[in-house]
C-alpha cells in the first residue's frame, strides 16, 4: 500500500510537470507571434518598411472592421467556407471508400495505382479551363476544385494505412476462420485511425488550397476573390486582411481535427 502512495505521489508530479511544460510552450507561442506583430507595426510605423506594401496589424484590424461594418464580412468568409468544407467532407468520404475498394480488390488496386499516381502529379490548375466549361463560373466549380485537390491524397494516404496492417494479425485472423470483412471492420479498419487522423490533417491545408485556387479561377465572391480584386486594385491591406482571415480560419479547423485526435485517442485507451 506504501508503495502505492508513492508511485501516486510521483505519477502526480509526474502529470504536474507535463502541464507545466505545456502551459511553458503554449505561452512561449503566444509571445512569439505578439513580438512579431509588434515589431510588424512598429517596423511600418516607423516606415523602416514600406506600409503600403507590408500592410500593419492596425491597418488590416482597421480593413476587417471595414469589411464588417459594410456588412460583406461574413457574406465573403462564409462563401469560401462552405465551399471548403463540402469539399473537404466529399474528398474525405469519398477518398476513404475508394482506398476502402483498392484495398478490398489487389486487381483492381494494382490497375489503378498507376493512374492515381499520375492524378496525384497532375497540377490541377491545369483543369481550370475545363472545370469552368464543365461547372460553370459558380461555387460548384470551386468545390469540383476543392474535391480535386484532396481527393488523390485522401486515397493514397488511406491506402498506405491500410495496407500497413500488421500481416501477422490478418494471418491470425485468417487462421480463425475470419472472413474478409470481419478482418476489415475488426482490424484494418481500427489500427488505421491514426492514418485517418493524419489524413483528415493533410486534407485541412488541400481543402483550403483546393478553395481558394478555385476562387482566383472563377468566384465572384469568398476570400480569394478579395485578395484578387485586392491586388487588382492595389488594396493592399484587403489582400493582407483576407490571408489573415483564411490563417485564422484554417487554424481553427486544425485545431478540431486535432481536437478530434485526443477524442480517439483517449476513447482507444
Request: one cysteine or more; charged letters at 15%; hydrophobic letters at 55%.
Amino acid at each position: 500500500m506504501k508503495n502505492e502512495n508513492v508511485h501516486s505521489k510521483e505519477h502526480l508530479l509526474y502529470l504536474k510537470g507535463v502541464r507545466r511544460k505545456s502551459a511553458l510552450v503554449n505561452v512561449a507561442r503566444i509571445s512569439v507571434l505578439a513580438v512579431l506583430l509588434l515589431f510588424w507595426e512598429l517596423s511600418a510605423s516607423l516606415e523602416w518598411v514600406n506600409p503600403f506594401i507590408t500592410s500593419s496589424p492596425s491597418r488590416i484590424a482597421k480593413t476587417i472592421y471595414s469589411l464588417y461594418a459594410d456588412g460583406s464580412l461574413f457574406y465573403h468568409v462564409g462563401t469560401t467556407l462552405w465551399e471548403t468544407l463540402a469539399g473537404f467532407f466529399i474528398a474525405v468520404a469519398v477518398g476513404y471508400s475508394v482506398a476502402l475498394l483498392l484495398w478490398w480488390s489487389e486487381s483492381f488496386r494494382r490497375i489503378a495505382e498507376p493512374y492515381l499516381v499520375v492524378l496525384n502529379a497532375l497540377p490541377k490548375i491545369a483543369l481550370g479551363p475545363l472545370i469552368i466549361i464543365w461547372f460553370g463560373t459558380g461555387s460548384k466549380a470551386i468545390v469540383f476544385m476543392t474535391v480535386l485537390i484532396g481527393l488523390i491524397v485522401a486515397i493514397l494516404n488511406m491506402l498506405n494505412g491500410f495496407m500497413a496492417t500488421d500481416e501477422n494479425k490478418i494471418l491470425l485472423l485468417k487462421s480463425m476462420g475470419a472472413s474478409k470483412w470481419q478482418i476489415l471492420s475488426k482490424l484494418v479498419i481500427p489500427s488505421s485511425l491514426p492514418d485517418f487522423i493524419s489524413m483528415l490533417k493533410i486534407n485541412v491545408g488541400m481543402a483550403w488550397i483546393g478553395s481558394i485556387m478555385g476562387e482566383y479561377i472563377v468566384s465572384k465572391a469568398g476570400i480569394g476573390y478579395l485578395i484578387v480584386y485586392g491586388g487588382q486594385v492595389f488594396k493592399l491591406d484587403l489582400v493582407m486582411s483576407a490571408v489573415f482571415i483564411l490563417c485564422v480560419l484554417a487554424a481553427v479547423m486544425y485545431a478540431l481535427v486535432a481536437l478530434l485526435e485526443k477524442i480517439v485517442i483517449k476513447n482507444q485507451k
